[in-house]
């Protein structure tokens, strides 16, 4: 079975600095996304970014970058010049290719100070 | 663009009492629909899914249920509430031919007293 892994509990990081998330999955699989979460203390869950596993490109969307280092099945989460809103619950999440099912971590506190 | 609507947005129900949440999706057609609860803390827990009308699949043995009756629309049920149910109940979809990424609603705050 896939599990993911986010090692860090809670981090916090001052306003315009930049902060990196860890998480670590294991799979046997070869095809397979990577996904990381925000929710916010509204909770809706929002779409960060995603990785294709047979990208080696790293995905980035506007401030946020990932580091996916396949054969150490490590996915971080960078995130550059921190707002506050960046304050929120960050869930790094696997599915295998073909699946309906994300398996999620058990997420980063983040909190961004001023 | 798609949205995806959830409600209501907080509910208040005494332990035995019947439940329906609904979840509605616009702006796509025949999308994957999923519902999970988030109990507080905690990270996510798949509890039933659906590629399609009147398929559903159950991850979790509970005394919940989750019904598609038109393509668009999910709704999770319960006959009889139990204190284990509160909690964060989220509605996802994805699409039909992009089934790997989904998107979550507001969610729905349950708390059964």
């Known amino acids: 079975a896939q599990t993911v892994t986010q090692s860090q509990p809670e981090m916090s990081v001052q306003e315009a600095e930049t902060v990196t998330l860890s998480c670590t999955y294991d799979t046997s699989e070869s095809n397979y996304y990577l996904f990381w979460y925000k929710q916010p203390p509204s909770r809706q869950m929002i779409l960060v970014i995603r990785q294709e596993a047979y990208k080696q490109q790293n995905a980035t969307e506007n401030r946020f970058s990932v580091n996916f280092q396949k054969a150490a099945k490590s996915f971080s989460l960078k995130i550059s010049d921190s707002q506050l809103g960046d304050t929120a619950m960050y869930f790094c999440a696997f599915t295998k290719g073909g699946s309906e099912k994300l398996v999620f971590g058990k997420g980063t506190k983040l909190t961004v100070n001023p | 663009s798609q949205t995806i609507h959830q409600w209501p947005a907080t509910l208040v129900q005494p332990v035995g009492s019947p439940l329906s949440l609904e979840c509605t999706v616009e702006?796509?057609?025949?999308?994957?629909l999923y519902w999970y609860r988030q109990a507080a803390g905690r990270g996510l827990q798949l509890l039933f899914y659906s590629v399609g009308i009147g398929q559903i699949s159950s991850e979790v043995p509970q005394n919940l249920s989750a019904s598609r009756p038109q393509d668009r629309q999910f709704i999770l049920s319960s006959k009889k509430l139990l204190l284990s149910d509160s909690g964060f109940y989220l509605c996802a979809w994805s699409p039909w031919d992009r089934w790997e990424t989904q998107y979550f609603g507001p969610g729905t705050r349950l708390l059964v007293l």
């Open positions: 702006g796509t057609s025949n999308p994957n």
